[in-house]
């Protein structure tokens, strides 16, 4: 299951650019390459997986509808580049996308309706365990 599909990027961003950044063998661009943007929609699910699973077990059903804008926005960024242009468009919305996955992985950001959490590692109680003491009030009158 992938966040996002071939057709919310056409509708967020058209076929047109998604033509010119997949199409490597027509000139001028006139097709979109199913397997270049595959490869970039996979990417970029299994690099928010690897954010979204320390707090939430994966797959998730149903999918948040946040998570299938920040796939898209992941795998644009993908497509483009090197051609991204630094501090443009693109590279915003991949910063916007990173920094949300990684308060998800914080836990500062909850997914709505994805799931069970995932179990927690560890837990349980602290023991300590100090030398006696070498001072104490009593030892220490007349000081």
């Avoid at 199409?23 to 990417?43: F, H, K, M, Y």
């Avoid at 998570?67 to 090197?82: E, P, V």
């Avoid at 443009?88 to 914080?106: F, H, L, P, S």
Wanted: proline share 5%.
């Amino acid at each position: 299951m992938t966040y996002s599909t071939k057709q919310n990027l056409i509708d967020r961003f058209g076929a047109t650019e998604l033509q010119q950044l997949t199409d490597r063998t027509n000139i001028p661009p006139s097709t979109i390459d199913d397997i270049v943007l595959g490869e970039a929609l996979s990417d970029a699910d299994a690099l928010l997986d690897s954010y979204i699973a320390k707090r939430y077990s994966l797959p998730l059903d149903p999918v948040p509808s946040i998570l299938t804008r920040m796939s898209g926005d992941i795998a644009r960024f993908y497509l483009y580049g090197k051609r991204a242009d630094k501090d443009g468009e693109v590279e915003r919305a991949y910063k916007e996308a990173m920094a949300w996955a990684k308060d998800v992985a914080r836990g500062l950001v909850e997914l709505e309706q994805a799931g069970q959490p995932a179990e927690q590692t560890g837990g349980g109680t602290i023991r300590t365990e100090a030398p006696a003491k070498t001072f104490s009030r009593d030892s220490l009158k007349g000081m």
